[in-house]
Antibody, heavy 121, light 109 residues
Framework: EVQLVESGGGLVQPGRSLRLSCAASGFTFDDYAMHWVRQAPGKGLEWVSGISWNSGSIGYADSVKGRFTISRDNAKNSLYLQMNSLRAEDTALYYC??????????????WGQGTLVTVSS | EIVLTQSPGTLSLSPGERATLSCRAS???????LAWYQQKPGQAPRLLIY???SRATGIPDRLSGSGSGTDFTLTISRLEPEDFAVYYC??????????FGGGTKVEIK
């Protein structure tokens, strides 16, 4: 059974940093691209970032480019999102999602339950 | 960036009725690279349809997707109680930017 478990969310002040993690199990992690997708309270879904199976291809939404960094550790079956210079508009539930293929250009066939990030002073 | 516009914003229907949800793209979605997701309150989204018309594993055949180019449709032939939820479309033909529509809520009338 595929499982994606996010962690690392919490309350953080504007301008500060936070690192999210996603622990994956139930599939061959290094055979698939992975993504972060967020959902602000009461709002729709927004793709944040994606990374290919070997970290060779990475993409970011314009809203986070230059502030967020996605990475993965295939030996640990883990995905990460380093979030710097956080803003109030980054407040959201952050989902880890598995891509259907090697590269971060597909649809999301499995999702975690999300970790909540709240940016507020 | 491809912008996806979903309509209507809310659909009020009764169980047993047919639901038709629209997703319109600002430019052509290559190779019908369009997916649909269902999200219920407090839950993560669930993949329903990919490639515009292929059902994901375990999705009942009362849900179907169609369309190409810039116009796509998700149809639920007969609404069951578990179908009342929010539905999102997503395009993946224009990488590396992946985009979602704003969602359609299907509520009980």
């Amino acid at each position: 059974e595929v499982q994606l478990v996010e962690s690392g969310g919490g309350l953080v002040q504007p301008g500060r940093s936070l690192r999210l993690s996603c622990a994956a199990s139930g599939f061959t992690f290094d055979d698939y691209a992975m993504h972060w997708v967020r959902q602000a309270p009461g709002k729709g879904l927004e793709w944040v970032s994606g990374i290919s199976w070997n970290s060779g291809s990475i993409g970011y939404a314009d809203s986070v480019k230059g502030r967020f960094t996605i990475s993965r550790d295939n030996a640990k079956n883990s995905l990460y999102l380093q979030m710097n210079s956080l803003r109030a508009e980054d407040t959201a539930l952050y989902y880890c999602a598995k891509d259907r293929g090697y590269f971060p250009n597909g649809y999301f066939d499995y999702w975690g339950q999300g970790t909540l990030v709240t940016v507020s002073s | 960036e491809i912008v996806l516009t979903q309509s209507p914003g809310t659909l009020s229907l009764s169980p047993g009725e047919r639901a038709t949800l629209s997703c319109r793209a600002s430019q052509s979605v290559s190779s019908s690279y369009l997916a649909w997701y269902q999200q219920k309150p407090g839950q993560a989204p669930r993949l329903l349809i990919y490639g515009a018309s292929s059902r994901a594993t375990g999705i009942p055949d009362r849900l179907s997707g169609s369309g190409s180019g810039t116009d796509f449709t998700l149809t639920i032939s007969r609404l069951e109680p578990e179908d009342f939820a929010v539905y999102y479309c997503q395009q993946y033909g224009s990488s590396p930017l992946l985009t979602f529509g704003g969602g359609t809520k299907v509520e009980i009338k």
